[in-house]
């Protein structure tokens, strides 16, 4: 089965811009999507695709692919953007894999 | 308004069994792939199984073929995930959520989740 790597923890000072990082074999097929999770809420996806934001996503999220590589870039990070952030894909079968998740703390 | 709700939750003995359900409305829900996923405690998102529309297709998480089976009833609007021989590392919530995908424009993703519902496995 196919896996998607996350770094465990990223901070950011407030007003700044970060990026997540996303690598996996299963990339160079489907782009990643990506999933904010605040502590004991459900997740919300916030871009799928080449670069899609859902309705009620904030601009200032937005997506981007290399290669094997997805990147969710948050630019001028909120103090309610701190959260966990999960990528997503599936293998071109059907199975489905999530990354580790990466902690997003906002300084 | 889109919405899941799962439900069938609960305490089990080690070895023991569950089966959670996950009642949709506001959409079509036989036009959808639908997953399960998990959350242990303290860790991160783990996809379990997914179903194709009409049930012809299913797919599992090595660590639960042969042990969970995921179903669904379109008349009914409903998705389950049948647990037996449950283990102590399948204690987590466990959220249904809604699929979406496009072949063509290679994205794929769940846009829809549930609340979820625990599962704790505990003698």
């Known amino acids: 089965s196919s896996e998607l790597t996350q770094d465990p923890a990223v901070s950011v000072a407030l007003g700044q811009t970060v990026r997540i990082t996303c690598q996996g074999d299963?990339?160079?097929?489907?782009?990643a999507s990506w999933y904010q999770q605040k502590p004991g809420q459900a997740p919300v996806l916030v871009i799928y695709g080449k670069n899609n934001r859902p309705s009620g996503i904030p601009d200032r999220f937005s997506g981007s692919s290399s290669g094997n590589t997805a990147s969710l870039t948050i630019t001028g990070a909120q103090a309610e953007d701190e959260a966990d952030y999960y990528c997503n894909s599936r293998d071109s079968s059907g199975p489905a894999v999530f990354g580790g998740g990466t902690q997003l703390t906002v300084l | 308004e889109v919405q899941l709700v799962e439900s069938g939750g609960g305490l089990v003995q080690p070895g023991g069994s569950l089966r959670l359900s996950c009642a949709a409305s506001g959409f079509t829900f036989s036009s959808y792939w639908m997953s399960w996923v998990r959350q242990a405690p303290g860790k991160g998102l783990e996809w379990v199984a997914n179903i194709k529309q009409d049930g012809s297709e299913k797919y599992y998480v090595d660590s639960v073929k042969g042990r969970f089976t995921i179903s669904r009833d379109n008349a009914k609007n409903s998705l389950y995930l049948q647990m037996n021989s449950l283990r102590a590392e399948d204690t987590a919530v466990y959220y249904c959520?809604?699929?979406?995908?496009?072949?063509?424009?290679?994205?794929?993703?769940?846009?829809?989740w549930g609340q979820g519902t625990t599962v704790t496995v505990s003698s």
């Open positions: 299963s990339l160079r097929s489907y782009y």
């Open positions: 959520a809604r699929e979406f995908s496009s072949g063509l424009d290679h994205y794929y993703g769940m846009d829809v």
